[in-house]
């Protein structure tokens, strides 16, 4: 039962650098989203997919990339990472739907940019 | 505007007493669902539970007990007699079927209230 599997689970970045969040899910799940969550900000959403080949930004896209081949994976590009983009990201997954099916949700990458 | 409201930040209690997080929800759509979450200090996010709009029945699980109100568009979550293992962030969130259709029915998360539960 692995369910959503997020890689790495800690980095450190140099501000500038470029880098891939792997997420991955067994699940056969349509939709796919990556959030952040800050302190005190809860979690928001940076890009979502419904399918392979479709992919669409979420509340604050700005500096990341995204792109769906597979049904299983999504990952997430940082073009060049900046210290506000030291945060926890999360990868989640769920059926498809009109929103009524809860997500799933990787353990996290926490990422520090210096 | 923020769609989901949790004001309480952070609440600490003593171990068997019973706590309450308020939730506040705003939105047009007659047809929405709700969600809580739970953050443990591991860092994960375990689903607790989904609420349809159309659906107002109160539920309870074991020590935990969820209020649906859509008069007040709150849906409020009750540990009884909490425990140190309930100690954690929780969110609450909201899905809206057809304002949010172009998001893919994505989530909108409260900030979160931290419970913290000492022995």
């Known amino acids: 039962n692995a369910g959503v599997t997020q890689t790495p689970k800690f980095q450190v970045l140099k501000t500038g650098q470029s880098m891939t969040l792997q997420c991955a899910q067994d699940m056969n799940h349509e939709y796919m989203s990556w959030y952040r969550q800050d302190p005190g900000m809860g979690l928001r959403l940076i890009h979502y997919?419904?399918?392979?080949?479709?992919?669409d930004q979420g509340e604050v896209p700005n500096g990341y990339n995204v792109s769906r081949s597979t049904t299983e994976d999504f990952p997430l590009r940082l073009l060049s990472a900046a210290p506000s983009q030291t945060s926890v990201y999360f990868c989640?997954?769920?059926?498809?739907?009109?929103?009524?099916?809860?997500?799933?949700f990787g353990d996290g990458t926490r990422l520090s940019i210096l | 505007a923020q769609k989901v409201t949790q004001a309480q930040t952070e609440i600490s209690v003593v171990e068997k007493e019973d706590v309450t997080l308020d939730c506040v929800y705003e939105t047009r759509d007659t047809t929405y669902y709700l969600f809580w979450y739970k953050q443990p200090p591991s860092g994960e996010l375990v689903f607790l539970i989904r609420?349809?709009?159309?659906?107002?029945q109160n539920e309870i699980s074991g020590r935990y007990s969820w209020n649906f109100q859509k008069s007040t568009s709150s849906f409020n979550f009750t540990i009884t007699a909490s425990q140190v293992v309930d100690s954690a962030v929780y969110f609450c969130a909201l899905s809206e079927a057809f304002s949010n259709s172009n998001s893919g029915y994505a989530l909108n998360f409260g900030k979160g209230t931290s419970l913290l539960v000492t022995p």
């Open positions: 609420r349809n709009s159309f659906d107002e």
């Open positions: 997919s419904v399918g392979a080949g479709i992919t």
């Open positions: 989640a997954s769920r059926e498809q739907g009109y929103g009524n099916q809860p997500q799933h």
